[in-house]
């Protein structure tokens, strides 16, 4: 289950990519389709989220950043 982190309620444009960048804001960048070639990155809103590690950390349909435990599948690695 996800949990709400920051209430934005980002309205979303078709083509672009929203995500949190390595400063923990929102950004976004225009999706490469075909030849053509995708831009560079905007920033959107400053959050400023640390980030746990072995989270997700996503902006869900409603625009508002969100994350969740990440669920890892497979086998466990032998410890060397």
């Known amino acids: 289950m996800a949990q ?6 980002i309205k979303r444009e078709k083509g672009y990519l929203y995500y949190i960048d ?9 999706m490469a ?3 053509k070639k995708g831009g560079s990155p905007k920033k959107v809103a400053k959050c400023g989220i640390t ?3 072995g989270y997700l950390y996503f902006i869900d349909k409603k625009g ?3 994350c969740a435990i990440m669920k890892r599948g497979g086998r ?5």
Do not use: Y
């Not at 709400?4 to 309620?9: A, E, N, P």
């Not at 390595?22 to 225009?30: F, W």
């Not at 466990?76 to 060397?80: G, I, P």
């Open 4 to 9: 709400k982190l920051m209430k934005l309620g």
């Open 76 to 80: 466990k690695r032998k410890k060397r």
């Open 51 to 53: 980030r746990k590690k």
């Open 64 to 66: 508002d950043v969100s």
């Open 33 to 35: 389709r075909g030849k």
């Open 22 to 30: 390595k400063k923990g804001d929102v950004s976004c960048a225009k």
